[in-house]
């Protein structure tokens, strides 16, 4: 469990404990990702120090648990997947790093970072107002979407930290790079935001029934509309207490002290109110923002949104750099344009998503 603070947010951006004669240290967060199990280990260095030579003060990268996980049982930390040595690398570079562990990373990654056999679990799927499964339409595959409530999820989650920890922990600043967590990644029902589309898992409808004495409500109803209403804030709060429950878990595991984050995914700030989500990890929530010139209303709009309502050092956790098959292109003047509009909004905190390049694309399992 947390013993002491190793590294926190405040209003500027990281504060990184003292570290031998080194006195406490303010970091701005000039953030960009980079995918050590994309890039061929022999780059890493290459990469590292061509990001440094840019200015970049945070390395970030997801920790895929379906990239990582054996079919059988254990986790590979070889070759271009060695988390150890990339971390190893970015101290040598000078760099610190942030971990995105999940469990939910997306990423562009078949089945959104999860193993197969997670997803496939009937026991682990949320469960749509029918009482089905949720399916989520993505490329390359459809997928059975896990329920955050799910107490067997929960459970192997904790083993999935457990595995991190025995790499990341030894590693943490002051001994090592590693300076911040992000807790899971845009959690927004799996981008199925519907009122009444899900979560009707088992052990969600215990959550509910702890606040409420009625039934969840399966569709919208004009004679029970305030219950309806109140099923909608419960999306938000289940969402919270989904990921104090992950934030615990690391602490658990052994990756406590450090600084925590989150992130929404692109889109308007009232789609989630990130205030309870901040409360549960103890950590600012940023909102992603992937837009053109042309957006800039809408970047502006967020950019003051977060500017106005987190508790401490405004974050855009990935600001898009290049483009994905399924959206539109982001050229240079865009990428320009939309990073001095959110810096003039206050936001004081950017990450590039990606840093350095890879392909869109990449199955796992």
């Known amino acids: 469990m947390e013993e002491h603070r190793r590294t926190w947010f405040d209003d500027d951006g990281l504060v990184l404990a003292a570290r031998g004669a080194e006195p406490v240290r303010h970091l701005a967060v000039r953030g960009a990702a980079m995918h050590y199990w994309r890039t061929p280990r022999a780059a890493w260095r290459r990469c590292l120090d061509g990001l440094a030579r840019l200015g970049v003060t945070v390395v970030e990268s997801y920790v895929p648990w379906g990239v990582h996980e054996r079919v059988g049982g254990g986790h590979d930390w070889t070759g271009d997947r060695d988390l150890g040595a990339w971390l190893d690398e970015v101290a040598a570079a000078g760099l610190v790093a942030a971990l995105r562990p999940g469990p939910h990373i997306n990423a562009e990654l078949t089945y959104f970072g999860f193993p197969e056999r997670i997803i496939r679990d009937p026991e682990i799927q949320a469960r749509a107002a029918h009482g089905g499964p949720v399916w989520l339409p993505a490329p390359p595959r459809a997928f059975p979407v896990p329920s955050y409530a799910s107490e067997k999820l929960h459970d192997e989650v904790e083993g999935w930290f457990a595995a991190v920890a025995e790499v990341v922990a030894p590693r943490l600043w002051p001994d090592g790079p590693v300076v911040a967590l992000q807790v899971d990644n845009e959690p927004h029902m799996f981008f199925r935001g519907g009122a009444f589309d899900h979560d009707y898992h088992p052990d969600a409808v215990a959550w509910w029934a702890a606040r409420h004495d009625v ?65 549960a990890i103890h950590g600012p929530v940023g909102i992603d923002v992937y837009a053109a010139a042309g957006d800039l209303d809408a970047v502006r709009r967020r950019g003051l949104h977060l500017v106005g309502s987190t508790s401490s050092v405004p974050l855009v956790p990935e600001l898009g750099c290049g483009h994905s098959p399924y959206l539109w292109p982001l050229d240079d003047d865009d990428q320009r344009a939309v990073a001095l509009t959110l810096l003039a909004t206050g936001v004081r905190g950017l990450s590039w998503y990606m840093g350095v390049a890879r392909a869109r694309r990449w199955r796992a399992g």
């Open 215 to 279: 039934e969840p409500p399966r569709a919208w109803s004009p004679e029970t509309a305030a219950i309806c209403a109140a099923w909608v804030r419960f999306k938000d709060e289940y969402l919270a207490h989904a990921l104090g429950r992950f934030a615990v878990a690391l602490d658990v595991a052994g990756l406590g002290g450090v600084a925590r984050f989150g992130n929404l995914p692109p889109g308007e700030p009232w789609f989630c109110d990130p205030a309870p989500l901040e409360r």
